[in-house]
């Protein structure tokens, strides 16, 4: 009896081992592949994002300048044949700016100064001055938006024309940084970003445009801002142009080496932001159409065929608070037209 309880036990006991180990494998099993699918099913069935708060409220509609109806038609055909998904909403980022014109003077100073321009400015008007150098600069700057131009007399100084050399196309980026870093007037997201060099010839009371680097008198430095959450890259008024950009001579003079400087640059605070629905691109299309754009480069002849759409972000001319997308339109003839990307019932005139 002992025996028959002993085999009894053994048996029972191989009958456990075998089956309860296949039995919580296969428990072990049913979970792993219940946590696998819940975690595929939630990755293709995202949460769906919170609805765009508008934190600033209305907000400015985007300030272009003035231009007339061009009177252009347009005929989408990009390589897909559609124009693209950009989403139903976008961030707004806010713009810190001077309210004191007594502050804002103070730093206009201090610019002039790190530049190198000495003695009191002319006021040309409420919060722009005028600083000159000896060596003929002129410096203007709008002590309220940041934005400043420097210039020389480039036009009229014969001993810049076919210079004996030009900088090195690979190092007068890093000059032109090192200029800038100098006055305090170079950003990260300026730094990081993509620059291009363009070549120029000084005519009888003109700059034009040469067709190679041996033909120049001048190089011209575009620093262009890096993207917007790696993602989106920022335009300007003038097509192909950058916030920032520099007139290069081969002067030998070092005090005359930098003779143009255009800074439209807007320093964005990203920490203070908000979220705004925009209009669907093809609302957008439709201002196109009814020449609600403006044209950052024109094209000479229509209808313009539309061969590439964007959503991008546009550099403010005026003082506003806001950091504001536009929906970018390229075409044949170089056109470039921006139509303001925020829905309508988020701006104000």
Same mark, same amino acid.
């Given at each position: 009896?002992?025996?028959?309880?002993?085999?009894? *036990?053994?048996?029972?006991?191989?009958?456990?081992?075998?089956?309860?180990?296949?039995?919580?494998?296969?428990?072990?099993?049913?979970?792993?592949?219940?946590?696998?699918?819940?975690?595929?099913?939630?990755?293709?069935?995202?949460?769906?994002?919170?609805?765009?708060?508008?934190?600033?409220?209305?907000?400015?509609?985007?300030?272009?300048?003035?231009?007339?109806?061009?009177?252009?038609?347009?005929?989408?055909?990009?390589?897909?044949?559609?124009?693209?998904?950009?989403?139903?909403?976008?961030?707004?980022?806010?713009?810190?700016?001077?309210?004191?014109?007594?502050?804002?003077?103070?730093?206009?100073?201090?610019?002039?100064?790190?530049?190198?321009?000495?003695?009191?400015?002319?006021?040309?008007?409420?919060?722009?001055?005028?600083?000159?150098?000896?060596?003929?600069?002129?410096?203007?700057?709008?002590?309220?938006?940041?934005?400043?131009?420097?210039?020389?007399?480039?036009?009229?100084?014969?001993?810049?024309?076919?210079?004996?050399?030009?900088?090195?196309?690979?190092?007068?980026?890093?000059?032109?940084?090192?200029?800038? =870093?100098?006055?305090?007037?170079?950003?990260? =997201?300026?730094?990081?970003?993509?620059?291009?060099?363009?070549?120029?010839?000084?005519?009888?009371?003109?700059?034009?445009? *040469?067709?190679?680097?041996?033909?120049?008198?001048?190089?011209?430095?575009?620093?262009?801002?890096?993207?917007?959450?790696?993602?989106?890259?920022?335009?300007?008024?003038?097509?192909?142009? *950058?916030?920032?950009?520099?007139?290069?001579?081969?002067?030998?003079?070092?005090?005359?080496?930098?003779?143009?400087?255009?800074?439209?640059?807007?320093?964005?605070?990203?920490?203070?932001?908000?979220?705004?629905?925009?209009?669907?691109?093809?609302?957008?299309?439709?201002?196109?159409? =009814?020449?609600?754009?403006? *044209?950052?480069?024109?094209?000479?002849?229509?209808?313009?065929?539309?061969?590439?759409?964007?959503?991008?972000?546009?550099?403010?001319?005026?003082?506003?608070?806001?950091?504001?997308?536009?929906?970018?339109?390229?075409?044949?003839?170089?056109?470039?037209?921006?139509?303001?990307?925020?829905?309508?019932?988020?701006?104000?005139?």
């Amino acid at each position: 009896m002992a025996g028959v309880t002993l085999t009894k *036990a053994s048996y029972w006991a191989r009958f456990f081992v075998r089956y309860g180990s296949v039995g919580i494998v296969s428990i072990v099993l049913v979970v792993f592949l219940g946590k696998t699918g819940w975690t595929l099913w939630k990755k293709a069935h995202p949460d769906p994002p919170p609805p765009p708060d508008m934190a600033f409220g209305r907000v400015p509609k985007i300030q272009f300048p003035e231009q007339g109806d061009l009177g252009h038609s347009f005929v989408l055909e990009t390589p897909d044949g559609d124009f693209g998904d950009f989403g139903d909403r976008i961030k707004i980022f806010f713009i810190p700016r001077s309210s004191s014109t007594i502050l804002a003077l103070e730093n206009a100073k201090k610019l002039a100064k790190d530049f190198e321009f000495a003695g009191q400015p002319e006021k040309i008007n409420e919060g722009t001055y005028k600083f000159e150098s000896l060596l003929g600069y002129e410096l203007t700057i709008n002590a309220l938006t940041g934005r400043f131009d420097i210039k020389y007399p480039y036009l009229n100084d014969q001993t810049l024309i076919r210079p004996a050399s030009l900088p090195d196309e690979q190092r007068v980026t890093q000059e032109v940084k090192a200029y800038l =870093n100098r006055a305090g007037k170079l950003s990260d =997201n300026i730094d990081e970003g993509v620059s291009k060099i363009s070549y120029y010839k000084i005519m009888p009371g003109e700059l034009v445009q *040469a067709a190679s680097y041996s033909e120049a008198d001048l190089l011209r430095v575009d620093l262009f801002r890096s993207r917007i959450e790696d993602e989106y890259r920022v335009v300007t008024a003038e097509a192909n142009k *950058a916030s920032i950009s520099l007139l290069v001579s081969g002067s030998e003079d070092e005090k005359r080496k930098i003779v143009e400087v255009n800074y439209r640059y807007v320093p964005i605070d990203v920490s203070k932001l908000a979220t705004y629905p925009i209009k669907p691109v093809d609302v957008a299309w439709m201002d196109l159409e =009814n020449g609600d754009y403006f *044209a950052a480069k024109d094209a000479k002849t229509g209808p313009i065929v539309i061969r590439r759409v964007e959503l991008a972000y546009f550099e403010p001319l005026v003082g506003t608070n806001f950091f504001q997308p536009v929906y970018v339109f390229e075409g044949d003839g170089d056109f470039v037209g921006y139509v303001p990307a925020l829905a309508s019932e988020w701006t104000i005139d």
